[in-house]
């Protein structure tokens, strides 16, 4: 800004105008002021243009601290989070804050990728030490995502939304991570792009399917109940896989549409089956951060006319993680609405036990990654007989998936655990092909019962 802009009267407009650039919180700048750094740069390298970055730093798990001991601390750890970053950037570099536990930065003598990461990661030990809040010591990691200009973006908005792309990749690859936007990032976004049209055309046009699979009693090897799983093949790309495509609706914000779509197909086959059999649903990740899906769920549930008593959701630790107050209050609703929950892929991701004591489960299901080894690795058969003792005690109910043949169900039998999934027992198949399996194999054994 010129400095002869405003004369000696106009003192309070520019103490407006300096408001409208300050972060209140902290005194740093906002984002209007590196909006306008980034300008001022690219004009002043305008007849000679060297590479600069920019960057975004985001907090990991600020939110749920900030709901633990109050906004008060949370606030306070914002504070110290700025002073610390304005006294370790580098020389000539912006450091501001874009609300939230969001802080930004303008670093003009960064000009490539190596040299992004390593401000980067000197910054994330600046912030790994502990934050002191008087009574206590609290320790954040920190995720950052970094754009170099030109290559990722000509003005502001470009080089923040790239930032922000790179941001998103770092957290989706766990905490403290560093991810510069790369050649690689810009052409998957493309393709993620491309993806997300043809995802959103499908579930337009209905092409959008459920499968199911069947969970097994592992004592009789009777079917207790099908887990729907989503299935998509497109006309131009083939199958496509669900661990692709649920993401991507979940990054691009349509997991609520597609959700929809599949509990609805998923319930209205549930309703053919026998009525004590269970239909088992993922629940996404954004799903259990949104407060809406209890409601949502149940609204479906209704409009289908499935009993929910009948609906158990999937549900894994990371989703349960990202914002566990939130989470526990979704599940909870559901739980009292009579729907079961049950903790998927246990064993691996960030596991804690802690977890199943202070979240109500009815079940859990061991991931595939130990079943898998169990014939010829010692330490899976152990870790599978500790988590069945485990939710013994518990009175938890447990699944092993993946189970591909005759001798791992023999051995998780012996092992004691109560139920099984997997292609030995049946590979996911159709709504049809299901009420087909049902006949052949359920309802012949006890029609009437089936039905009663
Ligand atoms: P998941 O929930 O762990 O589902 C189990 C996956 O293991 C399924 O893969 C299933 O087809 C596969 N599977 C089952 N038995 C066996 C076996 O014996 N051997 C092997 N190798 N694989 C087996 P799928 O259908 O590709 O789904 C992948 C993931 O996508 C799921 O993992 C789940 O996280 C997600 N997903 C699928 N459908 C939905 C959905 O409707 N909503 C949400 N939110 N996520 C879904
Ligand atoms: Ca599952
Ligand atoms: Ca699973």
């Known amino acids: ?41 690219t004009l002043e390298r305008a007849d000679d243009p060297a590479p ?100 990722a973006g ?30 690689e990032i810009a052409q998957e976004m493309k393709r993620a792009t491309h993806l997300e049209q043809a995802l959103r055309d499908a579930i337009t046009a209905d092409q959008i399917d459920v499968h199911f699979q069947p969970i097994v009693n592992l004592k009789n090897d009777l079917v207790v109940g099908f887990e729907a799983l989503a299935r998509w093949c497109d006309a131009d790309l083939g199958y496509v896989s669900p661990a692709a495509f649920v993401p991507l609706a979940e990054e691009r914000g349509f997991i609520d549409a597609l959700s929809e779509v599949l509990l609805r197909k998923a319930a209205e ?7 004590e059999l269970f239909l088992s649903f993922n629940l996404s990740s954004a799903q259990l951060v949104d407060p809406k899906t209890s409601l949502t769920t149940l609204a479906i549930l209704n ?35 009579g729907v079961r929950v049950s903790l998927d892929d246990f064993g691996t991701g960030q596991s804690s036990l802690g977890r199943l004591r202070d979240f109500t489960f009815d079940k859990v299901k061991i991931d595939r990654a130990f079943v898998s080894r169990i014939s010829d690795d010692r330490v899976s058969e152990h870790i599978i007989k500790a988590i069945v003792a485990m939710c013994d005690g518990l009175h938890l109910e447990v699944v092993a998936e993946g189970i591909e043949d005759f001798s791992e169900a023999l051995k998780l039998k012996a092992l004691g655990c109560g139920m099984g999934q997997g292609y030995f027992y049946g590979k996911p198949a159709d709504a049809v092909a299901t009420m087909r399996f049902l006949t052949e194999r359920y309802l012949r054994v006890e029609p009437e019962a089936a039905f009663a």
């Open 269 to 275: 086959a549930a309703l053919s089956w026998p009525k």
């Open 1 to 41: 800004m010129n400095s002869g802009e405003f004369s000696g009267t106009d003192v309070s407009q520019s103490d407006l105008h300096a408001m409208a650039y300050t972060d209140s919180l902290t005194g740093l700048g906002n984002s209007h002021r590196l909006r306008d750094k980034v300008r001022q740069l």
């Open 303 to 337: 409009r289908a006319g499935l009993d929910p008593r009948r609906l158990e959701l999937e549900i894994t630790e990371t989703a349960v993680m990202t914002d566990a107050m939130t989470a526990q209050k979704i599940v909870g609703e559901l739980r009292a609405a």
């Open 52 to 151: 600069f970055a920019v960057g975004i730093v985001n907090l990991d798990g600020f939110k749920p601290i900030n709901d633990l001991f109050g906004s008060q601390a949370g606030d306070e750890i914002l504070c110290q989070v700025a002073h610390r970053l304005k006294a370790c950037i580098p020389d000539g570099a912006t450091v501001t804050r874009h609300g939230g536990d969001e802080f930004a930065f303008l670093f003009p003598l960064v000009f490539e990728r190596k040299g992004a990461e390593k401000v980067a990661q000197m910054l994330r030990e600046v912030l790994s030490a502990p934050f002191d809040l008087g009574d206590r010591n609290v320790r954040l990691s920190a995720s950052f995502g970094l754009a170099i200009h030109p290559f």
């Open 154 to 183: 000509e003005d502001f908005a470009e080089l923040i939304k790239s930032a922000d792309t790179a941001l998103y990749r770092s957290k989706r690859r766990g905490r403290g991570q560093v991810t510069v936007y790369s050649q």
